[in-house]
């Protein structure tokens, strides 16, 4: 055993126990095990121990990556700013994207998904708490923009992505969560099933509003330094 993989193992059991705690069904939750600024044999090691899906920031540098782990059998989650100029390689080379924040992004990586590859999974990333410095578009634009996405042919739209404000108490960890859900339960006709909420600290607050992805970086692969 290595310390990635006995991490790992007590991530797992802590999701189980927050799924039951939330009378939530166990396995419900997907991990997102974040692995920017790690390297590929990290990767490689949380592989080995059953994780199947990565997160990465930085185009240029999941590339890298890529180009290592080949062989393996890994779906790719693009979780950071998108800059027009990267939309061609995240489109070519991610499974998902969690941040798309406006249509022109979404039009990009819409007509540049290569036509042998499935329609890329895509969330909206709502700015939930308002914040000036934060991605991510006003909740009052999300119905429009996911009617726009659902008629692009290469996205599949699966729901929303959000990094509220850090709180320190549960329920005010909630909140913000809950306003997006409900927000979501009032777009009809689109078939959302994507809630990517939580972070390390607010894991069950996010799991308690239906989180159906987390992220985790630094809990699973230790500290960037
Ligand atoms: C880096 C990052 C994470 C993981 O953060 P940690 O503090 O390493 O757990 C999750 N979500 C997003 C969008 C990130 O950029």
Redesign the pocket.
Known sequence: MNTISQRLYAIRTEINTLETAADRPQNTVLLLA?S?TKPASDIALAYQAGQRHF?E?YCQEALKKQQHLGAFNISWHF??PIQSNKTKDIAAHFNWV??VDNLKIAQRLNDQRPDNLPPLNVCVQVNISNEETKSGLALAALPDICAAIALLPRLKLRGV?A?PAPQEYFEDQRQPYQQLRVAVAKLNGLALDTFSFG??GDLKAAIFEGATIV?????L?GS?G
């Open positions: 974040v920017k997160g920031n979780i950071g969690h941040s992505m990094i972070m390390s992220r985790l970086g630094s809990a692969f960037r």
